[in-house]
């Protein structure tokens, strides 16, 4: 029996005892407790047609069908993934102004679909990295006279770089880099008049900060093979320097010996001539 078979064709004992067969080895391993293939097999047995078999195993693998593997290992979810970020909403900040002066936007915050900045003989800054979006595709309007913006983008997010500039200009040393899937895109459009919209790709402060540990920890580890190394040579030339020094202790300990030797034997010499100067003063007397 198969599924395109016609539903309205009347099935036969043959084709009931498959089904039922399919039915066993499902409760074998376990797809099926006994309640369910209780009712299944009497549903079998009941079956007049096709139609009416077909519903009975649609859940259940072929004979001889390999089933898809299962994935035994629990994966963390990943709860900085760009659809987490993209949360709707209206922002929360829709614009900023520098006038002789200053503004940031850094941190966990949501950028609207539409953030207008000016920056009047002043500066700002709008750092992406951290933050959350209220649409797939949101639109930074920058207006910088005599004054400038720098945009901070993470990777993986598209850049689409709109602005003019008159003795002034927009960078656009980001585009054409391709966005990740499900990442937002970035459009930067304005007017730059004596001054400048900057825009750099940075990685986040805790992922770069998760590679620098991960440097460090790789040359902890590939420093201790050459500690080690280290370690014996300066052992060895510990060793050599004690055995220097024994050999050195040996040598003055024999130059004292025979140093010794011979101010007994020029004693002994002086007394043997004493004693024949004796006898012969003995003998003239």
């Keep these: 029996m198969t599924d395109d078979a016609v539903p309205e064709l009347r099935a036969s004992d043959a084709d009931r005892e498959r089904v039922a067969e399919v039915l066993r080895d499902a409760v074998a391993e376990g797809r099926l407790d006994m309640e369910e293939f209780e009712e299944r097999l009497e549903a079998t047995y009941k079956a ?68 207008t900045c000016v920056a009047f003989w002043g500066g700002g800054e709008i750092d992406l990295r951290e933050a959350d979006f209220a649409d797939r595709e949101v639109e930074i309007n920058c207006v910088a006279i005599m004054g400038g913006a720098q945009i901070i983008v993470p990777p993986g997010v598209e850049v689409v770089v709109r ?34 919209v900057g825009v750099e790709r940075k990685l986040p402060r805790a992922e770069r900060q998760r590679l620098k540990e991960e440097r460090r920890r790789q040359k902890l580890d590939h420093s201790s093979p050459a500690k080690e190394l280290y370690g014996s040579h300066r052992d060895a030339l510990s060793g050599l320097h004690d055995a220097h020094r024994e050999a050195m202790d040996e040598h003055r300990e024999a130059m004292r010996r025979r140093h010794e030797e011979r ?23």
């Design 48 to 115: 007049r047609t096709y139609g009416e078999l077909t519903p009975i195993t649609r859940d259940l693998p072929a004979a001889g069908a390999t089933p898809p593997p299962v994935n035994m290992v629990k994966e963390a979810v990943d709860s900085g993934s760009w659809a987490g970020r993209i949360v709707g909403g209206v922002g929360s900040s829709t614009a900023a102004v520098a006038i002789m002066s200053g503004f940031q936007r850094k941190g966990r915050w949501t950028v609207p679909k539409r953030f």
């Design 163 to 196: 602005g003019i500039g008159i003795m002034g200009g927009f960078d656009h040393s980001q585009e054409g880099v391709p966005g990740d899937p499900g990442a937002p895109r970035v459009i930067i459009t304005g007017f730059a008049f004596w001054g400048g």
């Design 263 to 285: 101010r007994e034997r020029h004693e002994e010499r002086r007394e043997r001539q004493r004693e024949r100067r004796d006898r012969r003063h003995r003998d003239w007397d």
